[in-house]
């Protein structure tokens, strides 16, 4: 195993990238700010108070990450909780990944149906999609990691770029008077909600192993966090600007939405720019959680997780055509939105705290886990 | 080698499926629309759709024939249905995309607007980009065909004159996107574009033109909304006054009555009511302000002009810098009145803030905002105006005197 992690090395600055863009796609996607309580111009406060807040809530994550570096989220599970306990844990983050892979591609293809394919079948789109991920996962975590080098700057470029093209457009008055319309309460409740959807934390417990320098955890994770929600600050800002407080709340895709409105003399179609780098975020960030739920499945069926990599995208094919072709994911939040928030506190806070306590509890029976491991 | 051939395999088979088959949209398949007009018309809705015409090529139409796009209509229950009518009549499908301009008829603008336009915001077809304009006592089919100007089709003339707004602001260039921005806000309302159809005078005596082109179109003025209904217009000069606000003043010109030196008049400035002069702006710069003074409340513009002479009617000689001045104050006196009978207007008629004080005031006061709010209109009606404008004549053209003097 070891020999394989040092085979599938990776480097710090690989998985700050791959952070900052599995977080990103989400407010380049549906800016969920935007339509989260206070949902006004304060927007912006909101995603700088859920920093302390994401910290809180990732502690016992991070905390586990720190002490058993030298193992992923499921050995540390193993070793904690014992065999059995250890492996239903390692069901459960197989579901987790595997729900969370089911609902970006979902994602993906309604975006795609509302911006550029809609008549085109959801398995044709999905089938496409799925292929590439499948192809990127298989060629390992290294591999993966380097693509993340090439094309998390491309798509930072675009958005930069964009967001400097549509100058024309903002009105920052509507930015103000800041703090006016609503109260400290709102304020929290939006910077919670916010802090419990930083699910991509656990690539950080995930990947820690085979990370180069394994005490990076913590700067690792503060700079992802940082970037991240300054990038969405900008995000959240510039389409604001753009449409105004209230109507922004009723686009479902803004930042889509936001490309569309740039023009430069006659020349429009800027969109396009934003698509094609959206397209390729998002196959990084499904790739991703499929190779997770591979990880995790390797880990119950004690096999190489390359073996679940096309069966995990068969089963992502057959939900997303379930659930597609019934209902949109995003524009209509219940119940798909319920869930992806129920998993996400489960997998963030709640497993991760229960491992924590009985750690705490174990301490001492468990004191030379690493030691012993190692051995 | 195997691999290699794997991956063209591969390839060959993505490729078929990245051309975009599936909704692929032959140009010969779509009727593409550049102008749409909405009407009501028996409680219905009525959509005319300016379609190119492909098969006619640049050089076979002739400038202002209209040879080359084709009107078509459909009726419906919405926009949508009234779009797909015109497939039962006409052999192709309307396609959004390249949509310019919309034109409301009046009596579609007084209904409910916002309630039949989702359609144009839920489907990507139609950009948001697309302008507004209100046809002005008439339907929009009426003020739809006509092109008096040298672009080759209507849609391009109707769209050029809504562009014009960069050397006259007497119009307005508000798109769709704009409109639901501001139809949103509880302290401004939407204001767009109108236009209307009107005679011509037929310069052009030659036999086979009389008659031909006798009609044109002008977009001079803007439209009122209340939330989503159409409330009134406001005139040209009206318009310039709101986009002096508003900020949205480019290139424009502004005329006003020429001083009389100060040889003449002493220190006083008297401005000569039959001879006009004007100035071209270079730059404007306005800052809106509220201010509750007791029980009243101020509305305050400042306006900053920067701007080049452009015509000196009148027995002034501009080299001197007191004549300057005089004719700087004379060009402020003129927007302050023209501003200030704007807003009297707009206050008095239509009880409607559409310049925006009401966000103003939320920012400078949002507590009293959250308490007003809903009665904003009423208190912008009854509040108080102060206006300050200031110009600057940095440029004097080519010449120093005006050559009567």
């Not at chain 2, 209904?229 to 986009?243: C, I, M, P, R």
Request: aromatic content about 10%; hydrophobic content about 45%; charged content about 25%.
């Amino acid at each position: 195993m070891h020999t394989k992690r040092k085979k599938d090395k990776v480097y710090y600055h690989q998985i700050l990238l791959l952070i900052v863009i599995l977080r990103m796609m989400v407010g380049l996607t549906y800016l969920p700010v935007s339509k989260i309580s206070p949902a006004n111009q304060d927007s912006w406060i909101v995603l700088l108070m859920s920093i302390p807040y994401t910290i809180i809530f990732c502690l016992p994550l991070l905390y586990l990450s720190n002490k058993f570096n030298e193992y992923n989220l499921l050995e540390v599970s193993e070793r904690i909780m014992g065999k059995f306990f250890g492996r239903i844990i390692a069901v459960f983050y197989s579901i987790t990944f595997f729900i969370f892979a089911a609902f970006f591609s979902s994602v993906f293809v309604e975006i795609l149906d509302s911006s550029l394919f809609r008549r085109t079948p959801t398995i044709v789109s999905v089938s496409i999609l799925l292929v590439t991920c499948a192809y990127i996962v298989n060629k390992g975590l290294t591999n993966m990691a380097r693509l993340v080098e090439i094309i998390v700057p491309i798509i930072l470029l675009v958005f930069f770029i964009l967001a400097i093209l549509a100058y024309d457009n903002y009105d920052f008055t509507v930015l103000l008077p800041i703090l006016s319309d609503s109260t400290f309460t709102e304020i929290n409740a939006g910077a919670i909600n916010i802090g419990l959807r930083y699910m991509d934390i656990l690539v950080i417990a995930m990947i820690v192993p085979n990370l180069d320098v394994k005490t990076n955890v913590n700067k690792i994770f503060i700079r992802a966090l940082i970037y991240s929600i300054f990038i969405i600050i900008l995000a959240s800002i510039v389409v604001q600007a753009t449409f105004g407080i209230e109507y922004v709340k009723r686009i479902n895709f803004p930042y889509f939405t936001f490309a569309r409105l740039i023009s430069i003399g006659e020349a429009q179609g800027f969109d396009a720019l934003y698509i094609s780098s959206w397209i390729l975020g998002h196959i990084i960030k499904i790739s991703a959680y499929i190779y997770f739920t591979s990880v995790a499945l390797g880990k119950v069926a004690n096999r190489r997780n390359q073996k679940f990599t096309i069966p995990i995208a068969i089963a992502i094919l057959i939900i997303v055509l379930l659930i597609k072709d019934r209902r949109p994911v995003v524009a209509v939040d219940e119940p798909i939105q319920q869930i992806m928030m129920t998993v996400s506190v489960s997998s963030i806070i709640v497993v991760p705290s229960i491992i924590s306590i009985v750690y705490l509890f174990r301490k001492k029976n468990l004191k030379n886990i690493n030691k012993s491991m190692r051995q | 080698m195997r691999n290699k051939v794997i991956l063209l395999i591969a390839c060959s088979i993505l490729m078929a499926f990245l051309a975009g088959c599936f909704d692929a949209r032959e140009l010969d398949d779509l009727g593409i629309s550049l102008v749409i007009g909405v009407d009501l018309q028996d409680n219905r809705i009525l959509v005319t759709a300016e379609v190119v015409d492909p098969s006619v090529s640049a050089q076979e139409n002739e400038v202002g024939s209209d040879g080359s796009v084709k009107y078509v209509q459909g009726t419906g229950g919405n926009i949508f249905e009234a779009l797909r009518d015109i497939t039962l009549k006409f052999d192709r499908r309307i396609y959004l995309s390249h949509n310019k301009v919309i034109i409301f008829g009046e009596d579609f603008a007084k209904k409910d607007v916002v309630l039949y336009m989702d359609e144009l915001f839920r489907d990507r077809e139609q950009r948001e980009t697309v302008y507004i304009l209100i046809a002005k006592g008439s339907k929009a089919y009426e003020v739809m065909g006509i092109n008096s100007g040298l672009e080759e089709l209507p849609a391009d003339y109707v769209h050029r004159l809504i562009k014009n707004i960069e050397f006259n602001p007497k119009t307005v260039d508000t798109n769709i996107a704009e409109y639901l921005k501001y139809y949103y806000n509880l302290g401004q309302h939407p204001v767009v574009g109108v236009v209307e159809r009107r005679q011509r005078r037929d310069i052009d005596k030659s036999e086979q033109k009389t008659g031909t082109r006798e009609t044109e179109l002008s977009v001079l003025g803007s439209a009122i909304f209340k939330g989503d209904s159409l409330a009134g217009y406001l005139n040209g000069n009206d318009t310039k006054s709101y986009n002096f606000i508003i900020d949205n003043i480019q290139v424009s010109p502004i005329t006003f009555p020429s001083p009389l030196s100060y040889e003449e008049t002493g220190k006083k400035l008297v401005q000569n009511e039959e001879r006009l002069s004007s100035i071209s702006i270079i730059r404007n710069r306005t800052k809106n302000d509220v201010e509750i003074r007791g029980d009243r409340l101020i509305l305050k513009t400042e306006v900053n002009i920067r701007g080049t002479l452009r015509e000196v009617i009148g027995d002034i000689d501009v080299s001197k810098e007191e004549n300057l001045k005089k004719m700087e104050e004379a060009c402020s006196k003129t927007v302050e009145e023209g501003i200030k009978l704007a807003v009297e207007k707009v206050q008095k008629e239509y009880e409607l803030d559409i310049f925006g004080f009401g966000l103003v005031f939320h920012r400078k006061y949002p507590e009293q905002w959250e308490k007003i709010k809903e009665n904003w209109d009423q208190i912008f009606a009854d509040a108080d105006f102060q206006i300050d404008v200031k110009t600057h004549i940095i440029r004097t053209g080519l010449i120093n005197k005006p050559l009567a003097r």
